[in-house]
């Protein structure tokens, strides 16, 4: 419940506030050490970090709650976890969104794809009927309320690229008078699209997707986002990204008969502090007893 109220703080801030995404309780920690006040949870990453395939609905809805559940302990900032289209139908997505709330998550990004659903920038995506994807809006309303727990819900639309702007927009402005915290258009194409959502519903923060590597949406710095309106900035791909070109060069390095060069990796001592020995250690020597010793 504190990381809830930290996050809608977070939200009535002002300014524009960064949050990459992890997919593992480490990338997660490092995010916190960093500073940054939140983070989000990537389907895309955990897919490809958990079971080496592509994000297109074959995570299960257990796989995801497990994964988040192990990030959001390891953590004490809020976090944002990706629950894609619910899992299901109305029903479904009631339970998601209380199983999240069970998980530690201080808020939930749920969309309008038709299973099974594909990644966000790429081809094939299909959304609900409108009627449809609002009224799962309201389930994930009605399922906050009966929790008792006031997690944020971030309502995402995919129609701006299977469908249209305009759609995409209708979509944001019933979602916004559904409840929905935050609202999401993803694969906006154009700055002029971006104003466009900041328009719809100014009362409801909004949430820009900064696709590393070359997304259809335009990547704009922290002081642009704010000026067009936009309140959460996150970053999906950035951890991954850089995770897996270090463990192509690392291999390369290994498979040449050498080691990683200085520099290119943190020394072991640094590597047992970020995980926490030293911490251990301390704790365990408030415990230690004369015959343990």
């Known amino acids: 419940m504190e990381k809830v109220k ?12 960064q949050g990459p995404a992890c997919y593992d309780a480490l990338g997660a920690k490092l995010i916190e050490d960093a500073g940054f006040p939140y983070c989000i949870t990537s389907g895309f990453s955990i897919a490809a970090s958990r079971l080496a395939l592509p994000d297109t609905g074959l995570l299960s809805y257990a796989e995801m709650l497990d994964q988040g559940r192990l990030i959001t302990q390891a953590v004490s900032i809020p976090v944002i976890g990706d629950a894609d289209n619910g899992y299901g139908n109305a029903m479904n997505l009631k339970r998601t969104v209380k199983g999240f709330i069970a998980a530690g998550f201080a808020g939930i990004l749920l969309e309008d794809q038709v299973a099974p659903k594909a990644c966000g920038h790429t081809r094939g995506r299909k959304v609900l009927p409108r009627d449809e994807a609002v009224m799962k809006i309201r389930a994930a309303i ?22 249209s702007l ?15 915290d935050v609202l999401f258009i993803d694969a906006l194409a154009s700055v002029e699209e971006m104003k466009a959502l900041c328009q719809v519903s100014p009362h409801v923060p909004k949430l820009a997707n900064m696709l590393e590597g070359g997304g259809k ?11 067009v ?13 850089v995770s897996i070109r270090a463990m192509q060069d690392a291999l390369s390095a290994i ?6 060069p200085p520099g290119s990796m943190p020394s072991f001592e640094e590597i047992k502090d970020i995980v926490g020995f030293n911490s ?14």
């Not at 929790?147 to 690229?161: E, K, L, P, W, Y």
């Not at 305009?166 to 929905?180: N, S, V």
């Not at 949406?217 to 000026?227: A, D, G, M, R, S």
């Open 229 to 241: 309106g936009y309140k959460l900035a996150v970053y999906p791909l950035s951890l991954v990204g």
């Open 166 to 180: 305009e759609e995409a927009l209708i979509r944001c402005r019933a979602f916004a008078d559904a409840g929905a």
């Open 6 to 17: 930290v996050l809608r703080r977070l939200l009535e801030t002002p300014g524009v506030h």
């Open 255 to 260: 498979k040449g008969g050498g080691i990683p």
């Open 280 to 293: 251990y250690y301390e704790e365990e020597e408030r415990y230690s007893t004369s015959t343990n010793k």
């Open 142 to 163: 009605d399922a906050r309320k009966e929790s008792g727990c006031d997690i944020v819900i971030v309502a995402r639309t995919d129609a701006r690229q299977a469908v």
């Open 217 to 227: 949406t335009p990547l704009l710095n922290p002081k642009e986002l704010q000026e």
